[in-house]
């Protein structure tokens, strides 16, 4: 005989609900049965989540020498949001445009990428300045 047992599991980031309010979600974890597992997950989850969405609208960059953007692939944002450390972002759409007249082997010399990451608020409260 065979049974599983449900329970509850909540977590919370105290400062961000704090900062932004209260936002609640269920998350699916029926496929994972140990309760210290389900806890990481969560927390690794909440990491993210309990941060708000950037989104950088990039008109343009430069294409690297033996390098292609990739959706899905990490990048490091710095700007005047980010600074000194930069945003870690994921890029969710590159867009090449190929040009046969182009004096570039490659054909595009630049690409338009859409990177996502999560700001970390916390880190406006040590800005010195």
Do not use: W
């Not at 977590?11 to 990481?40: C, M, P, W």
């Not at 989540?49 to 959706?71: H, M, Y």
């Not at 490659?106 to 406006?124: N, S, Y």
Request: charged share 20%.
């Amino acid at each position: 005989m065979f049974s599983k047992i449900r329970h509850i599991q909540e977590i919370s980031d105290r400062q961000s609900i704090k900062h932004y309010g209260l936002v609640e979600a269920q998350i699916d974890t029926s496929f994972l049965e140990d309760a210290n597992l389900i806890q990481q997950y969560l927390e690794s989850l909440l990491q993210f989540t309990s941060r708000p969405r950037v989104v950088f609208t990039v008109n343009a960059v430069t294409c690297p020498d033996n390098f292609l953007f990739k959706p899905y692939q990490t990048v490091t944002i710095q700007d005047g949001l980010a600074y000194p450390t930069g945003i870690d972002t994921e890029i969710q759409r590159a867009r090449y445009v190929f040009d046969g007249n182009s004096s570039y082997a490659f054909g595009a010399r630049q690409v338009e990428i859409t990177p996502v990451g999560f700001k970390d608020f916390l880190g406006d409260s040590f800005k010195c300045g």
